[in-house]
């Protein structure tokens, strides 16, 4: 039983480059998010998806995009990356919808230069 | 606004002492609250949660504490050890507004040997 899982682990991008970070949870949870958290700093939600099929923004959604695929997978996408967008990013999953604990994947630290 | 914060940054405790970390929070229709521990390089993992039906839960060797009457969260570590230090931080969800978790900025344990 792995949890949430995150893919890469560790990513550097060139100002204006593509990529996607990858989510899977076999939990069978219906609500995942996205969060990044900078030094210091907690936790900021960017994205939520409350069920498969739907997807709602979070605190800072400019500058991704998400894709609910199945129950299972959740991606985060960065179309045309940016320094501020330098941070460590996380996905998470919960069973019941934001009233109850969420579980996290270990981080992808993405570093823009 | 929403918002959920820390009095204290960083807490230095003598192994063997309690500690406790606060938060405040703003919002008063949040409803459920939950206390995340993360350590260094890894994502936050679930310590224990109570709902503002409550003003107490208990957990091992953890308290919490609600008074929805100040807004203040409480985290009681009882007899503090080496492998307690991380960053703590504390999450509220808003009922009936969505599916997310607002996290604090985060409480630094120290535990001295």
């Given at each position: 039983n792995a949890g949430v899982t995150q893919t890469p682990k560790f990513q550097v991008l060139k100002t204006g480059q593509s990529m996607t970070l990858q989510c899977a949870q076999d939990?069978?949870?219906n609500s995942m998010y996205w969060y990044r958290q900078d030094p210091g700093m907690g936790l900021r939600l960017i994205y939520y998806s409350a069920s498969e099929g739907t997807t709602d923004k979070g605190e800072v959604p400019n500058g991704y995009n998400v894709s609910?695929?199945?129950?299972r997978e959740f991606s985060l996408r960065l179309e045309s990356a940016a320094p501020s967008q330098t941070s460590v990013y996380f996905c998470a999953s919960s069973d019941?919808?934001?009233?109850t604990e969420a579980f996290f994947g270990q981080g992808t630290r993405l570093t823009v230069v | 606004g929403e918002s959920v914060g820390l009095h204290l940054p960083t807490l230095s405790v003598q192994e063997g002492d309690n500690s406790i970390i606060n938060c405040a929070y703003s919002?008063?229709?949040?409803d459920y609250f939950i206390w995340y521990k993360q350590e260094s390089g890894k994502g936050p993992q679930f310590i224990i949660d109570i709902r503002s039906n409550m003003d107490k839960r208990q957990g091992q060797r953890v308290t919490v504490l609600l008074n929805k009457t100040v807004k203040h969260l409480s985290l009681q570590i009882a007899?503090?050890?080496?492998?307690?230090?991380a960053v703590y931080f504390c999450a509220e969800n808003i009922a009936g507004s969505s599916y997310k978790l607002i996290f604090g900025s985060g409480t630094r344990l120290l535990v001295r040997p």
């Open positions: 939990m069978n949870h609910r695929l199945n129950k019941r919808q934001g009233n | 919002n008063s229709a949040s007899a503090t050890q080496p492998g307690d230090s």
